[in-house]
């Protein structure tokens, strides 16, 4: 009995250490999803400046928020209604803001995309014109070759 | 002395007309009578102009030093009790000074490019004719919109307002400098392909003459960037050096699209190719500089950095755009002479890797503008203002900087026009192989990449930065060898000879292996970890493996600040290891608070304090951050100089073989 009050008792703890240190994680994990609104343009948990009117006050907002048991999603949408959507350290995903996402990677797969096209067409094209210039290019000794190779491959 | 530097700004400006006007007539009626005297009294405007800015300056701080309050700048700016050192920096701490100093950077650039002119007369004379336009702007920014001699109205203050804080730091003394010369110094280049272009220059002679004043100019960006960041880190308090603030986005810009040059440059010099892309990529650099002052000096989006906010704003858009007329009108006109000479011949040659590697880096340039900017457009689209912060830029910007390492460490691998598949797989088994057990390594010492986003990041990043090494380390040993068996000189040495005999090449791989390094530094982010507690004499706090123990907090006062340090004994495992003073300084001009924070720095970690302020009790609150590999950041930031430096030194004379002497040692001791 005494042993088993005992495993009891330490997965109480154990639950109890393990829900203190998901506090301590969501605590952070949203703190850094927010900007704090003193105009200093720094991250909610990262914002030092001293005497701010803002931090101190969001991040008890923040806890009190975790305290009372409310989702993640819940509480960003609180910080949202009271201080405006500038609050968020980065855009949503849904919308119009999901765009600001999708431009980046887009915009690297069109480049990725257009640079392997240009580089096929330009070596289908490539080689009637090495045919046409392997016959004249012949005669020239080897000088001329050595002299090309180190321009072109020596940086 | 305000009228002296007035003076010598309205001088500076008709230099800087008559050298742009009589410069472009000149080159645009060649055969007028006395062209060439004119065009020789346009050049030697220009080097007035450096003069007379020189002159402009040193009014400036001589009015700084002399705590002349009726000039309005300096009542703003400083105060009485300002330290000398301060005083000097007051002149590019606040707008109207900053565009002074800009403006002169730039006429001692031109007065570098105009003294140099032999070197090509007629392309020296175009790119002088361009550098004097951008002069006429700024000279007419400082004449008519920011005059740094404006004098104060009513009567004169006995005291100024003092300098800003945040800017009393010594990196503030020379961080703005190498800033700026990184920004002005992409002028030349620029005007030299611009210049190149409207007089279709034939050859690359333009891409040879500016290839030093382009990696001077990125080593000075690079170098204001990273002091920049140790600024931040130093001063600002939040624990980190890098937090994607529109600032610092501005000058990583035209770090992006400069580096970017420097690369594909390369492909122009050596086979006549990407004329047109590298004539875009150095006006954008250029362009980008110059977006970036706008977008800094406007307000159009906010910052912790915004010293010197105001409504010049219309001058530097407006500039801008007529700018981007001027190349595209040149470019569209003259096309035509930026034919490629060859083409690629294959995905998997040097050649495509260095186009992959400009289409990245333009991807993360387009990425850190389109973050940058997308506040703006949201507010125009849908009326409502977003935040684009860290959180956003991490997410984007690190995939695609994992995809340019990969790039990195695949392109020494490749060989000109084509490179088999074959040698690919012989050159990369192992650089691969060792990058694997890296990984491997890593997770068995405790690192769980599948429980957090930034340790996945942060384990590819170091990965990848090992593969980097392997193969920069492979082109270097490959080398080595060849030179070791030609001359019987150890490994160490013969790579000395190498790095020696082709400083570009090898000198940009040092640059590889900076970046490299940095980017591990970076990594480390992932592992941050910070706690706060208000602290009583002898009351401890644990974070990480250390323990902080408060001894006293002590104040002190001096004419320009009061301040008050907290004394924190350092313990680990038990033993004393340190003692740390984080500091909270009061300056009395300002009327300001800042930090001054204390940092323990190891190669495995930073242990960073911040003195954050006192309790209602009056008990210093501090806050301790622990910080692993930052140390690494700013040693990869040295390689990257370092490697700049070896790139920028001329090649040695090719190495004479000695095997013959080596023949004849050998008879000699057999003979013995």
Redesign the interface.
Known sequence: MKRLLQSVLLAAACILLLGASDFNARFNELG??M?CKC?????LL???H??CTYSDRMRDELTAALQRGDSDDLILQGFVQKY?????????TT???RI??I???A??GA??LA??Y???R??A??PAVAAASAGEAAPAGFDEYRQRAR????? | MPAFGSYSLLLSLALSVYCFGVGALVLLRPRMAHAERLGETARRAGMGIFLALTCAMLALIAACFQNDFSVAYIFHHSNKDLSPAYKFSVLWSGQEGSLLFWAWLLSAYGLVLRWRHKVDTRLVAYAGMIVAAVQVFFALLINLAANPFAMMVGNIPPDGNGLNPLLQYPEMVIHPPMLYLGYVGFTIPFAFALGALIMKYPGEKWIHITRRWTMVTWLFLSCGISLGAHWAYSVLGWGGYWGWDPVENASFLPWLTGTAFLHSVMMQEKRGMMKMWNMWLIFSTFLLAIFGTFLTRSGVVSSVHAFAQSSIGPWFSTFLALSFAVCMVAFVANRKHLKSENKLESLVSRESSFLFNNLVLLAACFTVLWGTLFPVLSEWVQGTKVTVGPPFFNRVMVPITLFLLLLTAMGPLLAWRSTSWESIKRNFTIPAALAVATAILLVALGWKPWEKMSQFYSLMAISLAVLVMATVSSEFLRGARVIAEKTGHNLFASMVQLTRRNTRRYGGYIVHIGIVIAIVGFAGSAFNTDSEKELGPGDSMTIGGYTLVLDSNTQDDNPNYASESAIVNVFQDGKKIDTMYPERRFFKASQQTATIVANRSTLKEDLYLVYTGNSENGRPILKAHINPLVMWFWIGVWVLIAGTGIALVPNAAALSLRQPSRVQAAAVEAGD
């Open positions: 850094h999803k900007m105009g200093c343009n720094q991250v990262e914002c030092n001293v005497n405006g959507a500038t609050v968020l350290a980065a855009p949503t919308g119009f803001n600001a996402w431009m980046p990677f915009a690297l480049g990725l640079v392997v240009v580089v096929r330009w070596k094209r490539q321009q072109e491959t020596e940086l």
